[in-house]
C-alpha cells in the first residue's frame, strides 16, 4: 500500500503496513460523516453500492476518534477536514459467530434465485487505517456503481431489504447481525 502523504493526518491513522483487522467485535463503534439531512432522512442518500465508515477499536486498541473521519484523504481537495458535516454513530450490538457482520438476503424471480449480501469489511487507506466499507454483493458479484444497473436495480425485493437495514442502522445508531437484536449495555 502507499505511504500516506498528506500531512495533515496524524500518524496514527497511517496505516504503515498495519495489518487488516478481519473480526469486528460487540460494543466497537463505526462513525459516519454525513449531512444533517442524511442523518433525519437516510432513505433519501444511502448509496446501495458501498457505505464508508472508520471503525474506533476498543479500549484496549483505539483506532480513531470520531471526528478522525472528517479527515478528507482524497489527495485533491484543498481542504484537510471536512467542516460542514456531521458525524453518525453506530455501535455494532451483534455479530456472527465468526464476529463479522455478514447479512444474506434471497429473491426468486421467473424461477431464478437471487442472493445478495451486505458485509461489513475492514478496508484501510493509506491514510485512514481504521477505514471499513458495508460492501454490497448479488450472487457473488461485488455491486459497484457501474453494474448497479446490472445486478441490484433488477432485484428490488433485495435492494429494498438492504436499503432498510442500512436507513435502519442509521435510525437507531446501531448494527447488529441479528434480526430482532436483544442487546443490554454493559454497565
Not at 24 to 32: I, K, Q, R
Not at 64 to 87: A, M, R, W, Y
Request: charged fraction near 30%; aromatic fraction near 8%; proline fraction near 4%.
Amino acid at each position: 500500500m502507499q505511504e500516506c502523504l498528506l500531512p495533515y493526518i496524524p500518524t496514527r491513522l497511517h496505516t504503515n503496513d498495519k495489518p487488516i483487522i478481519e473480526q469486528f467485535e460487540v460494543g466497537e463503534y463505526l462513525y459516519m460523516r454525513c449531512t444533517l439531512d442524511q442523518l433525519s432522512n437516510p432513505y433519501k442518500s444511502i448509496s446501495i453500492t458501498e457505505l464508508s465508515h472508520n471503525r474506533s477499536g476498543l479500549k484496549d486498541n483505539i483506532l480513531c476518534n470520531p471526528d478522525d473521519v472528517l479527515f478528507s484523504i482524497t489527495q485533491d481537495e484543498e481542504f484537510g477536514k471536512h467542516e460542514n458535516l456531521d458525524i453518525c454513530t453506530l455501535e455494532i450490538i451483534s455479530l456472527n459467530a465468526g464476529g463479522k457482520f455478514n447479512k444474506l438476503y434471497t429473491e426468486s424471480k421467473n424461477e431464478i434465485t437471487y442472493t445478495g449480501r451486505l458485509e461489513l469489511l475492514h478496508e484501510p487507506e493509506s491514510c485512514m487505517y481504521p477505514h471499513c466499507v458495508f460492501r454490497v454483493w448479488l450472487n457473488n458479484d461485488r455491486v459497484t456503481y457501474d453494474n448497479y444497473k446490472a445486478t441490484l436495480k433488477k432485484v428490488q425485493k433485495i435492494k429494498t431489504e438492504m436499503k432498510e437495514e442500512l436507513a435502519s442502522m442509521i435510525r437507531k445508531k446501531q448494527v447488529s447481525q441479528d434480526d430482532n437484536p436483544t442487546y443490554e449495555k454493559q454497565l
